[in-house]
């Protein structure tokens, strides 16, 4: 079972910095990472597929990045409502799984 | 707006049983393969089971396996979730969520509701 770590636990910035979040995988995922993202109170919505691509209507300033094990959301200039928790989850192996969360605060 | 609505959580006893389900509109369901993800409180997201979006195929987390069973009905476009035996470990909010790929499984879920609680004590 692939076990995915996410690090910082909680990450604070101020608006208009750049926020980098790390995803790393207990093995190879090849590319098929995802990122979610859950605000406060909300369902959870996928933000990147696939470690690169982004979904349907979301934010240029959200990017992915990575391969193997150690994959990367880059959020470029944060804004006021991208406080949230942001998951990665793997779909290479059985079961597929989610890492356990990064809190994106802003200060 | 492609929309899931989920309900049927409740607060039921150990060793109960309960029945969720989740309503989608505006998408063709039959297309696409259906996932339950659940969260329980203050935590993270964990996998519970997939259905095809034919039904023909059924998978689940080891968690719930042989105690959860998943079904659907797409002449009322809509998604259940069967729990019996259920432990305090159960407790959690119940995501319904589809599945990224049409008429294939891809284990992204690009649509998702906003959960139904389920709640599991004496």
């Known amino acids: 079972e692939i076990v995915l770590t996410q690090s910082p636990a909680t990450l604070s910035l101020s608006p208009g910095e750049r926020a980098t979040l790390s995803c790393r995988a207990s093995?190879?995922?090849?590319?098929?990472l995802a990122w979610y993202q859950q605000k406060p109170g909300q369902a959870p919505r996928l933000l990147i597929y696939?470690?690169?691509n982004r979904a349907t209507g979301i934010p240029a300033r959200f990017s992915g990045s990575g391969s193997g094990t150690d994959f990367t959301l880059t959020i470029s200039s944060l804004e006021p409502e991208d406080l949230a928790v942001y998951y990665c989850?793997?779909?290479?192996?059985?079961?597929?799984?989610f890492g356990g969360g990064t809190k994106v605060e802003i200060k | 707006e492609v929309q899931l609505v989920e309900s049927g959580g409740v607060v039921v006893q150990p060793g109960g049983s309960l029945r969720l389900s989740c309503a989608a509109s505006?998408?063709?369901?039959?297309?696409?393969?259906m996932h339950w993800v659940r969260q329980p409180p203050g935590k993270g997201l964990e996998w519970v089971s997939l259905?095809?979006?034919?039904?023909?195929?059924?998978y689940y987390a080891d968690s719930v396996k042989g105690r959860f069973t998943i079904s659907r009905d797409n002449s009322k476009n809509s998604l259940y979730l069967q729990m019996n035996s259920l432990r305090t470990e159960d407790t959690a909010l119940y995501y319904c969520?589809?599945?990224?790929?049409?008429?294939?499984?891809?284990?992204?879920?690009?649509?998702w509701g906003k959960g139904t609680t389920v709640t599991v004590s004496s």
């Open positions: 696939d470690a690169s």
């Open positions: 093995q190879s995922v090849s590319s098929f």
């Open positions: 505006e998408f063709t369901f039959d297309d696409y393969s």
């Open positions: 989850q793997q779909r290479t192996n059985w079961p597929p799984a």
């Open positions: 259905i095809s979006w034919n039904g023909g195929s059924t």
């Open positions: 969520a589809r599945d990224r790929m049409v008429r294939g499984i891809i284990y992204n879920m690009d649509v």
